[in-house]
């Protein structure tokens, strides 16, 4: 039994502490948000917040995670009141398919806390460890470049 | 979500008041053909469905892929009856539920149902106008549709809800509309209507569905396609926890588990123990290709070539590269009083139901393909090779569903691939004009689709395996390897020869434009090697030879917007232009963009690209920009970057590392796109007219950059490098 505290909701969970955090994420907790791409950590669409950093969920075992705060895109906002990077991605239309945003989303969540003033140059840096084959970067950079004037940075 | 959800009980539970589904419509009559999927599916209530609460039913046989079919075809339906966009729903590809429309591929999908839903729409705006003039005794010239309501002058009103029941839908379209001209949505970027679950964790992919008792499945796939087993041990595998099943049937093996990743680790396990024995082409592929027999078919005469001994002559390659969705495949299967159900990201519904349905030696009818969406998909992909896994499955586990989702791997090295090809191009000129051209394509098929169970993957595999069908050439005018073959320049002589080769050293299909890709790729590489011949501007060049007015008007606004002719060089960057009317009947789409090639590394940097697309009556504008601009960026990848490879004993290049795509460290500085609309013109679709211009334009650029010319994709630093020490 591991608890988990996630989007600020404390969870137990019956898995092996060596699951990847993902599966239970998807699995357990029935969180659409984090998706799975590749299992190597090469994609980044699994990307989630750990204590405000971006990491990818599909190669972290739960057991490192343990009284840690996770936090996915489901904890940015709803459907019915989006968080600013939610809404940045809506106005900019910035999706295609829309498989890799979340995961673009949560790493640019953690860029713009610890940055906020952060430029095209630092988001195009930031998400690196991150593909989308729609080819909708453009419009990445235009909605986290919003989002971060949304968040009271950026220029 | 209930299971045995037939659309009829869709609507009686939505409160509707007519319709059920015309189950057999017949093929037309001798008449007029009908307009788009009309043809096939000429019920106007396999279409649209006025429920009791006022809410219209849409029903596509086409599917949301991310391309935002969903929001475009909901605008033409708005407008043409009248009613607000809110009001509109859709339904999409369910074998159940929906008109059987084929496949959502080939940029058709605005064309075939797009065309549909508006001459449906405007047909049934009539007859719900006509009841309201029934009812008041009054002509139905006098009467507007408004706000999903029939108006009088005197100010009446008939709510559409208030008329459908007595209104005919359930009758056959006719070849003639009366569309409406206002546009109200169409031709505004309506914010698309997938986006906000996509953003928010909402369930919206296939990956999502979660259902009551659902168990998890692996499969342990073969290094590559064709592979046999020849040894292997489950029994750790059975023993593991959580594992319900190992399902064993010849070379294909899966296993089921209560938990997902309890799968993952007893198919690893499982994974380790198997032997396979399985052939793959030599490295050098290109060779190994042209060596093997094809059939030629001469597909564009104009009085022979006429290439005289100054012929300039040019050779393209283009490698074998993947669909590389970024969610591997995945459906879910439930078998359930003889019934199975299965929901997939394929892009045809119908033809995956017959597939499954023959696989299993079930009766079609048994049959249901629900279409979900998954990740992009840009062709044939794995989709429905893991439905036919999920059928396979179900099958095992009856009265379970059971989802199965592949792994990375899996993805990269089983999927069919976009084909390798080779092209060669020689003209003679004139003058400073093209005199003569010969063009030749060398090219597997571009579609292994299912239809039958031979095109499933896992069909291969199985004890009794069934044999795929003889690989075929697609027919021009549209094409295959030879899509975009033939050049829309005015030449006096030219001659354009399709080799069709059927062995596939690899297993291909579909990927996103087909041969569009490379031929585009090669033509209008080519166009830029003959203009510098001609000591011509590039884009001059190519108006010189084009008399196609919209063809005109695209790369003039293309030109415009990147600021061609008054560009200033500087050293290192260069600039390329190219141009494409994608199929020579869909899209016109032109591209110029900037380059900068750094000499020490091969790297290269894109800067400014501008485009120019005309798509017909554009209905949703930011939409047909998106797809540009993907279409660019997609593009890019595969030429900068892509490229399978392989050795002796399998696929190589298994995930991102060793099949690297486009990150954002390469993606263009900016990407400008001029839409151009044609209100009432016929739509022409967008998805794949941008792939073959924005490989050219890059091409070009790099040989504006470094005079070189580089006529061999992938251009990866290795080859840009190597390039550039040539003749030095």
């Not at chain 1, 809404?87 to 610890?114: K, T």
């Not at chain 2, 009103?157 to 029941?165: K, S, Y």
């Not at chain 2, 003889?338 to 892009?347: A, F, I, M, N, Y």
């Not at chain 2, 169970?453 to 896992?458: D, I, K, N, S």
């Amino acid at each position: 039994m591991i608890e988990l505290d996630v989007n600020g909701r404390r969870h137990r969970v019956e898995a092996p502490g060596d699951t990847p955090l993902l599966y239970v994420l998807r699995n357990d907790l029935q969180l659409n948000g984090a998706k799975f791409g590749c299992g190597l950590g090469q994609c980044g669409a699994c990307t989630v917040m750990v204590d405000g950093q971006a990491i990818f969920s599909c190669i972290t075992p739960i057991g490192a995670i343990e009284g840690r705060r996770v936090r996915t895109v489901e904890g940015l906002g709803t459907v019915e009141k989006p968080g600013p990077m939610q809404r940045a991605f809506i106005e900019e239309q910035a999706a295609q398919c829309g498989y890799c945003i979340p995961g673009m989303m949560m790493r640019a969540q953690a860029l713009l806390e610890a940055k906020p003033g952060a430029g095209d140059a630092d988001v195009r840096k930031a998400l690196a460890p991150h593909l989308c084959r729609c080819g909708t970067h453009m419009r990445i950079l235009k909605a986290v470049g919003r989002a971060a004037k949304m968040m009271g940075g950026g220029k | 979500m209930s299971v045995a959800f037939s659309r009829r009980r869709f609507l009686a539970g939505g409160g509707a008041i007519v319709l059920g589904f015309s189950l057999n419509p017949r093929v037309s009559a001798q008449g007029a053909r009908l307009p788009g999927s009309l043809e096939r599916n000429p019920m106007l209530d396999s279409w649209i469905g006025v429920g009791g609460d006022g809410t219209i039913t849409i029903f596509t046989g086409k599917a949301e892929l991310g391309q935002g079919i969903r929001t475009a075809l909901m605008q033409v339906a708005a407008d043409q009856l009248a009613v607000p966009f809110e009001r509109i729903a859709l339904v999409t590809a369910d074998t159940a539920r929906t008109p059987d429309e084929g496949y959502t591929a080939g940029s058709n999908s605005m064309k075939d149902s797009g065309t549909a839903i508006l001459n449906a729409a405007a047909q049934a705006r009539e007859l719900l106008v006509a009841e309201a003039a029934k009812r008041w005794n009054v002509a139905a010239t006098s009467l507007t549709a408004r706000d999903g309501a029939v108006v009088a002058p005197d100010g009446r009103r008939l709510e559409f809800r208030e008329i459908a029941p007595s209104v005919p839908l359930r009758s056959r379209a006719s070849a003639e509309s009366k569309r409406a001209t206002a546009r109200n949505v169409v031709g505004k970027s309506i914010p698309r209507v997938d986006i906000p679950a996509k953003v928010t964790g909402g369930a919206a992919y296939v990956h999502d569905l979660r259902l009551p008792g659902m168990v998890h499945a692996r499969v342990v796939r073969p290094p590559q396609h064709g592979a046999k087993l020849t040894a292997i041990d489950t029994s750790a595998g059975e023993r593991m926890p959580g594992v319900l099943r190992v399902v064993r049937d010849g070379s294909y093996v899966a296993v089921i588990a209560t938990q997902e990743f309890q799968a993952v680790r007893a198919a690893r396990a499982i994974s380790d123990t198997a032997k396979w024995e399985g052939r793959l082409p030599p490295v050098d592929v290109y060779p190994h290709l042209l060596g093997l027999a094809s059939q030629d078919t001469v597909i564009h005469d104009r009085d022979g070539a006429n290439l005289g001994a100054a012929a300039i002559d040019a050779v393209y390659r283009r490698p074998y590269q993947m669909h590389g969705s970024i969610g591997p495949s995945c459906a879910v299967g439930l078998l359930e009083g003889g019934k199975l159900t299965v929901w997939s990201h394929t892009q045809g519904v119908y033809p995956l139901r017959g597939a499954i349905a023959e696989m299993l030696g079930m009766e079609k009818e048994s049959v249901r393909v629900i279409h979900m969406e998954g990740a992009g998909c840009y062709g044939h992909n794995g989709a429905d090779d893991a439905g036919a896994d999920a059928g396979l499955l179900a099958r095992a586990m009856p009265g379970r569903p059971v989802r199965v989702q592949w792994m990375r791997e899996e993805e990269h090295s089983w999927e069919p691939y976009g084909p390798a090809m080779v092209t060669r191009a020689r003209a003679a000129l004139d003058n400073g004009r093209i005199a003569g051209w010969e063009f030749d394509v060398w090219s597997n098929t571009h579609s292994t689709r299912p239809g039958k169970a031979g095109e499933l993957g896992p069909a291969s595999l199985l004890a009794k395996p069934f044999p795929p069908s003889a690989p075929r050439p697609l027919p021009q005018p549209e094409g295959g390897g030879d899509r975009n073959a033939i050049p829309l320049y005015s030449i006096p002589r030219a001659k354009v020869t399709h080799r069709f080769i059927p062995e596939m050293p690899l297993r291909v299909s579909a990927l996103r434009a087909l041969g569009a890709y490379m031929n585009v790729f090669s033509i209008e590489s080519f166009m830029d090697e003959l203009a510098a011949a001609a000591r011509a501007d590039p884009v001059e060049f190519r108006l010189r030879h084009l008399e196609d007015a919209r063809g005109t008007e695209v790369i003039r606004a293309a030109a415009r917007r990147f600021g061609w002719s008054e560009y200033a060089r500087t050293p290192g960057k260069g600039r390329g232009f190219a141009f494409a009317r994608y199929k020579n009947l869909a899209a016109y789409c032109a591209i110029a963009m900037e380059v900068e090639v750094m000499r020490e590394s091969g790297e290269i940097r894109v800067g400014r690209v501008a485009a120019a697309v005309d798509s017909g009556e554009a209905v949703n504008p930011d939409g047909i920009r998106n797809q540009i601009e993907g279409g660019v960026v997609q593009s890019l990848s595969w030429t900068m970057l892509e490229e399978v490879t392989w050795d002796a004993r399998r696929i190589t290049s298994r995930d991102w590392g060793r099949y690297p795509i486009l990150r954002f460290a390469h993606v263009p500085a900016s990407i400008d796109v001029d839409v151009i609309d044609r209100p009432g013109q016929p739509f022409l679709g967008t998805g794949e007219a941008a792939q073959g211009p924005a490989a050219a334009a890059f091409a070009n650029a790099v040989a504006d950059a470094t005079g070189k010319r580089i006529r061999q994709i992938p251009f990866d630093p290795p080859r840009v490098r190597a390039a550039l020490l040539e003749n030095r």
